[in-house]
């Protein structure tokens, strides 16, 4: 149906010149240290998104310890993981002006310090503030990076590269499900959080392994990714190429402010190099004037990107089929989330608590979506498979499973459902290759940001919608019809979108060859 980023739409600075002369692979692109990018988004899926799919845990240790309804409870972990998500946008900005490395830095202490205060909570109003706000932003300063990270090293292989670093959400709710249990029951959930953040403080190693690709290796990286397709340029429609046109950044502007940029540090480094006969005290004042103008420059160049991919001509918000995107995003993460903040309860409810305490269900999710996103990059990798197709098939099969797992009452049965929730929601690591595929690589993390932002809201909505339903009808089973429904819409607003829009290019393209 959809078969590359020409046919969905929109390319935003992906268009360099191939050159006649060759130019020899970066090492590092596909290799090298792209693996290392890998391990790096691997953890980080593992101490962040694992973390946030064993809350369940520790949601029913709060509804012990504070007494207070399951809407309002579940209200800290539906803050923590959509906060994680919402603050996407704005993390761009921090990308633009500091780059991945720092951000994840500064973002792994963040979490780390939320999860140490939140040990110290007297009620559930002082979790919103140091486990929802606190480490859910710290958590979101990590992820994004880890996620652009990947993007900016990979190229042929990007759908398996994606889905082996983001199989550390599944490999990560197995094993801090099975170590939030082991802390709560042998230290009390206070020394659990406490341990925790200790724990996530290696997030700032993660941090420390993004190594940023030269201006030269990403270059080397879009000529590679413009020859291998160089054939599929040829035969882009006409129709294509004006919304292209219509989409791509002015460089001119961009290049006439860098000149005048460089001019101006020209200027300073030449008086500070005629002026070493002057005073020590001006000498360090021409210094810091330099440090404050680079700092100047890269902050300005920084928001300008940022500001330009939401605002600008070039606005992301031009591409229709981005913005069905977006619409599919607001209401796909809740269906998601809801299963692992309150399936321990329903567990509960149906007096399954000794065959979950064997197998959790949450941990079967955690176990198939890993071999989920392994099996689903790799499909989408091969060069007949279109990752739109295979996308949307997954997003099909997740919200079937959705609306049939009130059905099931059984533990065989939940088990079956569960494992294939796990398994088709592996197309997580499908998202960050379809949105590059729709925006192109220069604009990915801002376009991004915009996804997970929407994926936020529904992951901060989903869960205490559930829990207020249940709280009224004392079943969760409408919480998941509910869900289902809208996640179904949100498919079909996806799935229609890329139509219209090739209507749309057709009619207008003969309107012009009429003329």
């Not at 300063?141 to 398996?160: C, D, E, I, S």
């Not at 094993?175 to 959080?193: D, I, Q, S």
């Not at 201006?215 to 129709?239: F, G, I, M, T």
């Not at 809740?334 to 692992?340: E, H, K, L, Q």
Request: proline share 3%; hydrophobic share 45%.
């Amino acid at each position: 149906m959809y078969a590359s980023r020409e046919d969905i739409g929109y390319d935003f600075g992906d268009d360099s010149k191939v050159g006649s002369k060759p130019i020899k692979p970066n090492p590092n692109i596909d290799g090298g240290w792209a693996w290392m990018i890998v391990l790096s988004s691997f953890l980080v899926h593992i101490l962040i998104m694992g973390s946030q799919m064993a809350l369940g845990i520790l949601n029913m240790e709060w509804l012990e310890e504070f007494n207070q309804s399951r809407g309002l409870t579940a209200w800290v972990s539906s803050l923590s993981m959509g906060i994680t998500l919402i603050v996407g946008p704005f993390i761009g900005l921090f990308i633009s002006m500091c780059g991945c490395r720092t951000t994840a830095i500064i973002g792994g202490i963040l979490n780390a310090l939320g999860w140490i205060l939140s040990a110290y909570a007297s009620n559930v109003h002082y979790l919103f503030l140091t486990f929802g706000l606190t480490a859910g932003i710290g958590s979101g300063m990590v992820y994004l990076p880890a996620v652009v990270m990947v993007g900016q090293y990979f190229q042929n292989r990007r759908a398996l590269a994606q889905g082996l670093s983001t199989t550390g959400t599944g490999f990560g709710a197995f094993l801090m499900t099975a170590l939030l249990k082991y802390l709560c029951t042998e230290f009390g959930w206070r020394n659990a959080m406490f341990i925790q953040g200790a724990i996530s403080l290696n997030l700032c190693v993660c941090g420390a392994l993004m190594r940023p690709l030269s201006p030269k290796e990403l270059r080397e990286k879009y000529v590679v990714r413009n020859d291998s397709e160089e054939n599929q340029a040829k035969a882009l429609s006409h129709s294509t190429e004006t919304i292209k046109s219509n989409g791509v950044l002015g460089e001119e502007p961009e290049k006439k402010e860098e000149a005048a940029n460089e001019e101006v540090l020209g200027n300073v480094q030449h008086t500070e190099i005629g002026g070493k006969s002057g005073s020590g005290r001006s000498m360090y004042g021409l210094r810091l004037f330099k440090t404050v103008s680079q700092l100047t420059i890269t902050v300005r160049k920084g928001f300008a990107l940022w500001y330009s991919s939401y605002f600008g001509a070039a606005s992301l918000f031009t591409n229709r089929v981005f913005v069905a995107f977006i619409i599919w995003a607001l209401f796909a993460y809740s269906s998601f989330v809801i299963p692992f903040i309150h399936l321990p309860e329903i567990v509960k409810q149906y007096n399954l608590s000794r065959q979950d305490n064997v197998f959790p269900l949450t941990s079967i999710i955690a176990i198939v979506h890993i071999f989920g996103k392994v099996i689903l990059g790799i499909i989408s990798d091969l060069p007949c498979i279109s990752t739109w197709n295979v996308f949307l098939m997954a997003n099909f099969t997740l919200v079937t499973c959705i609306l049939t797992l009130p059905l099931m009452q059984t533990y065989i049965g939940l088990a079956v459902v569960c494992a294939l929730i796990g398994f088709s929601s592996g197309y997580f690591s499908l998202m960050p290759v379809v949105t590059e595929d729709l925006v192109g690589t220069k604009h990915l993390a801002n376009a991004y940001g915009i996804i997970i932002c929407a994926n936020g809201i529904s992951a901060l909505f989903g869960p205490p919608f559930a829990g207020w339903i249940y709280d009224i009808t004392q079943k969760y089973d409408f919480s998941f019809y509910i869900a289902g429904l809208l996640y179904m819409v949100g498919i079909i607003f996806l799935l229609l979108q890329p139509c219209i829009q090739k209507k749309q290019s057709r009619e207008k393209s003969t309107e012009e060859a009429q003329v």
